[in-house]
């Protein structure tokens, strides 16, 4: 799991870079960044669908798919007011999460 960590972080860093803005720093700052790619997944499904690029059923599961990965940063919060390096974990697989939902909203440009 670490090594997904350290790839999300780096994947992160060279977004960061290249639109000059700071990368995350802290676990808030990453909790932050990977819920504006959530409501971006679902920002992109609606635009892609007034485009007929994807179905309804698309929209539906891109927004029920960002919806649970939103959900998963709340329970990544509340594990790591316990157990920091286990609600880091679970940031990071949320992240991952997201990415792929990202990837597959491009592949469908």
């Known amino acids: 799991m670490k090594r997904n ?10 977004a960061c870079a290249a639109l000059n803005v700071p990368a995350p720093q802290n676990f808030k700052e990453r909790e932050a960044a990977a819920l504006i790619t959530a409501t971006g997944a679902i920002s992109t499904g609606r635009l892609l669908y007034a485009a007929n690029k994807i179905t309804a059923d ?8 960002a919806d649970i990965f939103m959900e998963a940063l709340n329970v990544a919060e509340a594990i ?6 286990q609600g880091d974990a679970k940031l990071a ?10 990837a597959y909203l491009a592949t469908r440009k």
């Open 93 to 102: 697989a949320a992240v991952i999460g997201l990415n792929a939902l990202n």
């Open 80 to 85: 790591h007011a316990v157990d920091p390096a």
């Open 58 to 65: 698309d929209l539906t599961n891109t927004i029920k798919q």
């Open 5 to 14: 960590y350290l790839y999300v972080a780096l994947m992160l860093l060279a």
